[in-house]
Protein backbone atom coordinates (compact mmCIF):
# COMPACT_ATOMS: atom_id res chain seq x y z
CA UNK A 1 0.00 0.00 0.00
CA UNK A 2 1.69 3.26 -0.94
CA UNK A 3 0.80 6.84 1.05
CA UNK A 4 1.06 10.05 0.56
CA UNK A 5 0.57 12.15 3.31
CA UNK A 6 -0.40 9.15 5.84
CA UNK A 7 -3.60 8.70 3.52
CA UNK A 8 -4.26 5.68 1.42
CA UNK A 9 -3.70 5.43 -2.07
CA UNK A 10 -7.05 4.35 -3.60
CA UNK A 11 -6.84 2.37 -6.62
CA UNK A 12 -9.82 3.15 -9.03
CA UNK A 13 -11.39 0.10 -9.43
CA UNK A 14 -11.88 0.36 -5.55
CA UNK A 15 -13.16 3.89 -5.69
CA UNK A 16 -16.08 3.17 -8.97
CA UNK A 17 -17.47 0.40 -6.29
CA UNK A 18 -17.75 2.88 -3.40
CA UNK A 19 -19.51 5.49 -6.26
CA UNK A 20 -21.62 2.79 -7.50
CA UNK A 21 -23.02 1.50 -3.67
CA UNK A 22 -23.66 5.28 -2.51
CA UNK A 23 -25.58 5.83 -5.42
CA UNK A 24 -27.42 2.81 -5.11
CA UNK A 25 -27.87 3.89 -1.25
CA UNK A 26 -29.49 7.09 -2.25
CA UNK A 27 -31.76 5.73 -4.96
CA UNK A 28 -33.43 3.39 -2.27
CA UNK A 29 -33.29 6.36 0.48
CA UNK A 30 -34.94 8.70 -2.24
CA UNK A 31 -37.74 6.02 -3.07
CA UNK A 32 -38.42 5.57 0.30
CA UNK A 33 -38.71 8.67 0.97
CA UNK A 34 -40.93 9.34 -2.22
CA UNK A 35 -43.14 6.21 -1.34
CA UNK A 36 -43.55 7.29 2.39
CA UNK A 37 -44.54 11.12 1.14
CA UNK A 38 -46.88 9.18 -1.23
CA UNK A 39 -48.53 7.33 1.56
CA UNK A 40 -48.65 10.22 4.04
CA UNK A 41 -50.30 12.14 1.75
CA UNK A 42 -52.54 9.55 0.82
CA UNK A 43 -53.65 9.01 4.50
CA UNK A 44 -54.48 13.07 4.95
CA UNK A 45 -56.25 12.59 1.76
CA UNK A 46 -58.53 9.84 2.74
CA UNK A 47 -58.95 11.90 6.48
CA UNK A 48 -60.06 14.71 4.26
CA UNK A 49 -62.74 13.24 2.51
CA UNK A 50 -63.93 11.51 5.43
CA UNK A 51 -64.41 14.81 7.59
CA UNK A 52 -65.56 16.48 4.44
CA UNK A 53 -68.64 13.83 4.47
CA UNK A 54 -69.22 14.61 8.35
CA UNK A 55 -69.46 17.76 8.15
CA UNK A 56 -71.84 17.61 4.84
CA UNK A 57 -74.08 15.38 7.30
CA UNK A 58 -73.99 18.02 10.28
CA UNK A 59 -74.85 20.24 7.07
CA UNK A 60 -78.08 18.57 6.53
CA UNK A 61 -79.35 18.00 9.90
CA UNK A 62 -78.80 21.68 10.51
CA UNK A 63 -81.11 22.71 7.39
CA UNK A 64 -83.62 20.08 8.34
CA UNK A 65 -83.72 21.62 11.86
CA UNK A 66 -84.10 25.34 10.18
CA UNK A 67 -86.40 24.35 7.89
CA UNK A 68 -88.72 22.23 10.50
CA UNK A 69 -88.40 25.67 12.95
CA UNK A 70 -89.38 27.75 10.25
CA UNK A 71 -92.50 25.54 9.90
CA UNK A 72 -93.01 25.92 13.57
CA UNK A 73 -92.65 29.54 14.02
CA UNK A 74 -95.49 29.86 10.49
CA UNK A 75 -97.85 27.41 12.41
CA UNK A 76 -97.03 29.44 15.74
CA UNK A 77 -98.23 33.05 13.81
CA UNK A 78 -101.26 31.06 12.38
CA UNK A 79 -101.92 29.96 16.00
CA UNK A 80 -101.28 33.52 17.04
CA UNK A 81 -103.59 35.00 14.73
CA UNK A 82 -106.73 32.53 15.51
CA UNK A 83 -106.43 33.20 19.21
CA UNK A 84 -106.34 37.14 18.57
CA UNK A 85 -109.81 37.12 16.83
CA UNK A 86 -112.64 38.45 18.98
CA UNK A 87 -114.66 35.29 18.19
CA UNK A 88 -112.06 32.66 19.89
CA UNK A 89 -111.21 34.95 23.05
CA UNK A 90 -115.45 34.86 23.70
CA UNK A 91 -115.33 30.95 23.27
CA UNK A 92 -112.25 30.82 25.46
CA UNK A 93 -113.66 32.97 28.31
CA UNK A 94 -116.98 31.20 28.13
CA UNK A 95 -114.97 27.91 28.31
CA UNK A 96 -113.55 28.82 31.46
CA UNK A 97 -116.85 30.47 32.90
CA UNK A 98 -116.92 34.20 32.45
CA UNK A 99 -120.46 36.21 31.40
CA UNK A 100 -120.56 38.93 29.45
CA UNK A 101 -122.39 41.95 30.05
CA UNK A 102 -124.95 41.78 27.06
CA UNK A 103 -125.41 38.07 28.13
CA UNK A 104 -128.42 36.97 29.70
CA UNK A 105 -128.08 34.13 32.03
CA UNK A 106 -130.45 31.65 30.83
CA UNK A 107 -130.82 29.83 34.59
Known amino acids: MNQINNNPVVEKGNQTGVNESKYKRIIVASTVGAVLLVVILLFVM ?25 RL ?11 RTESWIAMRAKELGYNFEEEVPLN
Open 73 to 83: IEDGENTLQIR
Open 46 to 70: IYQLIAIGVNKRINDEYNSAIAEYK
